[in-house]
């Protein structure tokens, strides 16, 4: 009953700090079905550098791969790749080739999001390897997104020897890892680290 009235007033998004603190409540007790704003999603997402021990449900893992292939990409290429990893051993590797960040191989799954050069570059030549980094950038960025929504927690990680985590994944030299991404429910709730105001960043009209 009263989780009945919880769904009724998020999705009315009604917006009073009542109705607020009621989606919020929705999402934190995992409640399937109960949508979050999309601006709620962007403000409450944290990089998480701690997994609880509980496995993804393979469907929530789909739909956050298929939300990083909804993600645009120039010319329509998709010139992207994704890589999930569970093996443990293999999670070891990633976390040895991310230097050692071991929060990343606590997860029990990881999307190792990488961008297809040649995809790219067989259309567009040296901007293409511009394209399929954006492609796969805007991919991670809708994964990680998606994977709030569902009440799970990610991390991109970017700071890794590419090299290596091309031997560890058997990734061909031409394809280019862009994120490590660990995917998992959170054993912490960081604080949003700061942001610069927007007057600090902003430029009108020219520079
Ligand atoms: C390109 C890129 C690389 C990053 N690499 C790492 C990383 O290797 N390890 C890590 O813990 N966080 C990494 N992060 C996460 C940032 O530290 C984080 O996004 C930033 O501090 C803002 O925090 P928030 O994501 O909670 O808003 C990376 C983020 C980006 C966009």
Redesign the pocket.
């Known amino acids: 009953m009263i989780f009945e009235l919880i769904l009724h007033l998020s999705e009315v998004k009604v917006k009073t700090e009542y109705s607020k603190y009621l989606k919020i409540t929705t999402h934190n007790i995992g409640l399937k079905g109960a949508k979050m704003d999309c601006m709620d999603v962007m403000k409450e997402?944290?990089?998480v550098?701690s997994y609880l021990k509980k496995d993804v449900e393979e469907e929530d893992l789909e739909d956050i791969l298929w939300a990083g292939q909804l993600a645009p990409s120039g010319g329509n290429l998709q010139a992207r790749e994704f890589i999930v990893v569970k093996r443990r051993e293999l999670k070891e590797g990633l976390v040895e080739a991310?230097f050692g960040?071991t929060f990343i191989g606590e997860a029990p799954a990881i999307i190792v999001v990488c961008a297809n050069i040649p995809e790219s570059s067989k259309r567009y030549g040296e901007r293409g390897v511009l394209f399929s980094i954006q492609d796969a950038s805007a991919s991670v960025m809708n994964i990680l997104l998606a994977a709030h929504e569902k009440g799970l927690s990610t991390?991109?990680?970017?700071?890794?020897d590419e090299e290596r985590v091309r031997e560890v994944l058997d990734i061909p030299k031409e394809i280019k890892p862009i994120a490590i991404i660990p995917i998992g429910y959170g054993g912490e709730k960081?604080k949003?680290?700061r942001r610069k105001p927007l007057k600090e960043v902003t430029h009108y009209d020219g520079w």
Request: net charge positive; with cysteine.
């Open positions: 997402r944290r990089s550098r991310a960040q991390c991109w990680a970017g700071a890794f960081p949003m680290p």
